[in-house]
């Protein structure tokens, strides 16, 4: 397994895998080529130094991705907070440690970053992803809370 900045070229297969569940169907819209939207995303993460997308490959094939957000803010006292998002392994790569290998890469990337704690949100419609985390060692400590915009 290697884990790797995403480039331009890894996008199709991350939409693919990002939709690839009864939740991602209902909100991304993969198609080959992609949507520009995709594209001018990328971009704006790329550019971004706060943001790190990223991939893992198997063999030189893209297994999984994810995204890692550094929040600085004010709180414990001028503080760095990790946030992960957008984690998917392709389906048939799953149950194979490869989600446990990548949780791990990104919980030392957020230490090195300087990062004083590393959070997360999961749909409660996936409780088997709930499950993982836990088993990861995350705590519920938190209500989250969220507002669409149309």
């Given amino acids: 397994m290697k884990i790797r900045e995403a480039t331009r070229n890894d996008l199709v297969a991350i939409v693919a895998m990002l939709a690839d569940d009864e939740l991602g169907r209902q909100r991304e819209n993969f198609q080959n080529p992609l949507p520009a939207s995709y594209i001018e995303g990328f971009e704006r993460i790329d550019s971004d130094p706060n ?3 990223m991939v893992v490959e198997d063999q030189e094939e893209v297994v999984g991705t994810f995204q890692l957000t550094f929040i600085p ?6 503080g760095v907070r990790a946030q992960i ?3 998917r392994i392709r389906k048939d790569q799953r149950g ?5 290998q990548m949780f791990r890469w990104a919980i030392d990337r957020a230490r090195t970053k300087g990062a004083h704690v590393f959070q997360l949100t999961t749909d409660k419609k996936r409780p088997q992803a709930l499950k993982f ?5 995350f705590v519920a400590t938190h209500q989250g809370m969220k507002m669409h915009f149309p």
């Fill in 51 to 53: 943001q790190e997308l």
């Fill in 73 to 78: 803010y004010l709180t414990y006292q001028g």
């Fill in 85 to 87: 998002e957008a984690v």
């Fill in 96 to 100: 194979e440690g490869l989600g446990s």
């Fill in 133 to 137: 985390y836990e088993s990861l060692g």
